[in-house]
């Protein structure tokens, strides 16, 4: 079966930098996608990897391994406002978005 | 501001009901999803379509159906509601069925079954 995993919670404190981490097992690769999504709004799209290596958008980061069927998303500075779930989702041979539970951020001062 | 919009924001209904959860995107994009979101669980594809006219299953289509008579809409109805369909209802759009193009989601609509 599919599987992606990620931390169910995470706790970082006003800017720092943390790392969440997403493992996957899928049908085919057509690359992953990180989404933030605050408490009762929409998920929206942070970030999208096809390619091993790391990709920085401003604070945000994301990283993949293919061959390890690893990514991770850090974040630096950490903000109040970024506290959220961060979803992994990967793209699979057939172009559907497998999704992760999620990872709750909670973000302290 | 283009997006996407979604009705009603919530609603409680009992079962046995028929319900039709309405979903519009003005941005002319082709494919359209809809999934279902509960706690602890990760967003679950229950009918997409890759563009107007056609209509495919997701991971769980049952209990579900849906219509793309045009670009705009795509409508998700619920003929016979089950308890087990209470859940948050989100409903997406990108602009092409394959490739890496970002999925876009509307508000939601929070659905309980009683």
């Known amino acids: 079966g599919q599987n992606i995993d990620q931390p169910t919670e995470m706790t970082a404190t006003e800017g720092a930098i943390v790392q969440i981490n997403c493992t996957y097992q899928?049908?085919?690769?057509?690359?992953l996608f990180w989404y933030q999504q605050h408490a009762g709004e929409a998920p929206t799209f942070l970030s999208y990897?096809?390619l091993d290596g790391l990709e920085e958008k401003g604070r945000f980061s994301s990283f993949l391994s293919r061959s390890k069927g690893y990514s991770y998303l850090l974040l630096k500075e950490l903000q109040m406002k970024d506290s959220a779930s961060y979803l992994c989702?990967?793209?699979?041979?057939?172009?559907?978005?497998?999704w992760g539970a999620g990872t709750k951020l909670i973000i302290k001062p | 501001i283009a997006g996407i919009t979604q009705a009603p924001t919530s609603q409680i209904l009992a079962a046995g009901r028929r319900m039709t959860l309405r979903c519009t995107q003005d941005?002319?994009?082709?494919?359209m999803y809809w999934y279902r979101q509960d706690l602890g669980l990760g967003l679950r594809l229950i009918h997409y379509?890759?563009?107007?006219?056609?209509?495919g299953k997701g991971e769980v289509p049952d209990g579900y159906s849906v219509s793309r008579a045009n670009t705009d809409d795509f409508p998700l109805t619920l003929a016979s509601a089950v308890p087990s369909q209470t859940s948050v209802y989100f409903c997406?759009?990108?602009?092409?069925?394959?490739?890496?193009?970002?999925?876009?989601f509307g508000p939601g609509t929070r659905l309980t079954v009683l």
């Open positions: 379509s890759n563009t107007a006219g056609t209509t």
């Open positions: 989702a990967v793209l699979d041979s057939n172009y559907q978005l497998i």
């Open positions: 941005m002319r994009h082709n494919a």
């Open positions: 997406a759009s990108s602009d092409s069925k394959q490739g890496a193009d970002t999925q876009y």
């Open positions: 899928t049908s085919g690769f057509n690359g």
């Open positions: 990897n096809v």
